[in-house]
């Protein structure tokens, strides 16, 4: 009995044995292929994810899958999201399916040699996202790694194909591990047996969440400052907006934008510009009450909801608060940065009830604030909504004129004082508005260079007005003024040595007129220009001479041949009397002086012509002599006419002005 005994334990122990191996195998079998689908999953998911997310973030990926370089924006993008998780490569592929920008952990740009993807050719073509996971077998790339392509679809048309390379060798090792304990715990303890996974599935699913965590920040946050993005910014406002009625008070939305951000730039590069952005998204962050929101929604453009306020009087004391804090100088590489601000304000519920029109009327009133001079601090209020669709028909007319030919010249007479002798015309731009009648320049002229289409507005008048004059006798002259904003480009010795050559007008018939605002810079290329267009042998000429601070500082920087004494001085005389007088004298003897001829603008009646006579001007121009008028009505009869006239000063109000608008 003993040994039947013995022989029984044993066989018990061995069937126990057998029994616990079996579950332990057959458990962890069936842990091990749970895991192993998990593993997929999360690696396909995670791959997906980071894909899709890289594909809603950029907005000139067209661009990039056409094989342009990204934006700056974009740029600071890829480089900030490759240093999260377990992303080593990214890849943008055009729709053929070739490659065309790389970025992993050690280089990031244009690819110098575009491959073909079979798998991204498949997305594209299918529309569907192909995930694809595999071990690495080549140097550089992880033991075990998820790759997934996913299609861009724009207007129901692919463009591209963005792929992304998720290391998954840790997480499968993590994965393989736990199998090994969840084996060995389910075999000592077999009620376990269902326990473990679930740790495993709970800790997974905790590693998981963390993830989602960090790319949803990232999708709603700004990569260099940390700062609220766009969308949680319209996100916040709308709910801050939505409680309004319940808890009343009012919401301010402060817009901010650096004024010459540029500058920084361009002086310390993108380091520093980069070192001041995070340094006044530091000071915001500090200013701001916990309930309130600071967002970054552009390059140099910053916004702040200052919520549960009582009025602007709150708002007004923050936003001074807040440009006083921002001014304040700042360290970078043993210099000083000091930067300004412009803030729009806009409250609600007065200056809108929706988050859009909250934030557009900020942005108007910033607009506004940046147009009187800067650093200042602007509140929206309704006219400037009226400005604004005013100024965005004013946008429309224009851009159609420069497409269409659709701009005028008319053209003002100038006269030889004394002998009353015509010595030529200024060409003035015009603009046809639908209604018939005509928009002057100075409501063309600064919209137009917020546009950028003053050069090509600049090339159509000057070229028209040299093709005009080179039909007039040869002793007239043709004045043209130009803008600030074509010197910008380095193009206006070029453009005025082609409209003479296209011409035929000779260059000393031809007058270019700038005003002191040009010259504010002092720039060298400025004055390089201005040399090079007077050796071409046209006449530089000071316009609206008297209007600024320093036009007498001008003076003998550059050699002028003409100034023209602005027209406010006539529009004053019959009010100012000998005042007015003495100032238009010393300026006529400063021109003598300096070898410059002088012409007075603004001449409208018989007694400011005899005054002029009498204080030795040489040329004037003005109502009284002439008005404005189409080259149609400049006929060759009219010009011959012109040339033979010599009426005295008493003659001149009755012939002269007759002749010109005749």
């Known amino acids: 009995m003993p040994i039947l005994a013995d022989i029984s334990f044993r066989r018990a122990i061995m069937l126990l044995v057998i029994a616990v191996v079996i579950l332990a195998a057959g458990t962890a079998m069936t842990v091990k292929l749970t895991t192993d689908n998990l593993i997929n999953d999360d690696a396909r998911t995670d791959a997906s994810d980071w894909a899709q997310f890289i594909a809603v973030n950029i907005p000139d990926l067209k661009q990039i899958a056409a094989g342009e370089l990204p934006t700056a924006s974009s740029m600071a993008f890829f480089q900030a999201t490759r240093k999260y998780g377990q992303v080593f490569r990214y890849a943008i592929f055009n729709r053929h399916g070739y490659s065309q920008f790389e970025a992993d952990r050690e280089k990031i740009g244009l690819v110098g040699m575009s491959e073909f993807s079979a ?179 552009g390059g140099d453009e910053f916004v702040v909801v200052q919520a549960g306020i009582a009025g602007k009087e709150q708002a007004e004391n923050f936003a001074r608060r807040i440009a006083s804090v921002l001014s304040e100088p700042m360290n970078f590489k043993e210099r000083q940065i000091t930067a300004d601000v412009t803030i729009g304000v806009a409250i609600a519920p007065a200056d809108g009830e929706t988050a859009e029109s909250l934030l557009m009327h900020a942005d108007l009133a910033l607009y506004n604030g940046k147009a009187a001079g800067r650093n200042r601090i602007c509140f929206f209020t309704p006219e400037m909504d009226k400005a604004l669709q005013a100024r965005v028909e004013l946008e429309k007319v224009i851009r159609d004129a420069a497409l269409n030919d659709g701009f005028v010249l008319h053209y003002q007479p100038v006269f030889k004082i004394g002998s009353e002798r015509l010595v030529g015309f200024e060409a003035l731009l015009r603009l046809p508005a639908p209604d018939g009648t005509l928009i002057s320049p100075a409501a063309i002229i600064p919209v137009a260079e917020d546009m950028h289409l003053i050069d090509k507005i600049g090339a159509l008048v000057l070229r028209e007005a040299c093709r005009t004059a080179a039909a007039w006798p040869k002793e007239l002259t043709i004045a043209v003024n130009l803008s600030p904003a074509q010197f910008e480009s380095e193009t206006i010795v070029e453009l005025v040595t082609g409209a003479l050559k296209e011409s035929g007008l000779d260059a000393n018939r031809l007058e270019l007129e700038i005003t002191e605002v040009l010259l504010l810079g002092n720039s060298e290329s400025t004055m390089k220009q201005l040399r090079e267009l007077k050796a071409l042998g046209v006449s530089i000429v000071m316009d609206d001479f008297g209007t600024g601070y320093s036009s007498l500082n001008y003076l003998w920087k550059f050699p002028f041949d003409k100034i023209k004494i602005d027209r406010s001085f006539m529009r004053d005389f019959d009010k100012s009397g000998r005042d007015v007088e003495t100032v238009v004298k010393s300026i006529i003897a400063l021109g003598r002086e300096l070898r410059m001829r002088v012409t007075v603008e603004g001449v409208e009646t018989l007694k400011q012509a005899d005054f002029l006579t009498g204080a030795d001007a040489d040329q004037v121009q003005g109502f009284y002599f002439g008005r404005p008028v189409p080259a149609s009505e400049l006929g060759a009869t009219v010009l011959a006419d012109f040339r033979n006239s010599r009426p005295t000063t008493q003659q001149h109000d009755k012939s002269m002005v007759r002749l010109v608008n005749s």
């Open 119 to 297: 798998e991204a050719a498949q997305a594209i073509a299918t529309g569907q996202t192909v995930i694809d996971i595999s071990e690495g077998k080549a140097a550089g790339l992880p033991e075990y790694f998820a790759r997934a392509y996913v299609p861009i679809i724009v207007n129901g048309e692919p463009i591209a194909a963005v792929a992304a390379f998720i290391d998954q060798t840790k997480a499968r090792s993590q994965h393989l591990s736990d199998i090994m304990v969840e084996a060995v715990v389910l075999c000592l303890i077999t009620t376990s047996a269902f326990g473990v996974p679930a740790i495993g599935w709970y800790l997974r699913t905790q590693e998981k969440q963390q993830a989602d965590r960090r790319i949803r920040f990232m999708a709603q946050h700004d990569a260099l400052t940390g700062l609220a993005n766009r969308t949680r910014l319209m996100e916040r406002l709308d709910s801050a907006l939505a409680m309004l009625p319940a808890t009343g008070g009012h919401v301010a939305v402060h817009f901010l934008d650096i004024d010459r951000f540029k500058e920084v730039n361009d002086t310390l590069g993108h380091a520093g510009g980069d070192c001041l952005l995070s340094t006044l998204g530091q000071r915001l962050s500090a200013l701001s009450r916990i309930e309130d929101m600071v967002a970054r929604i």
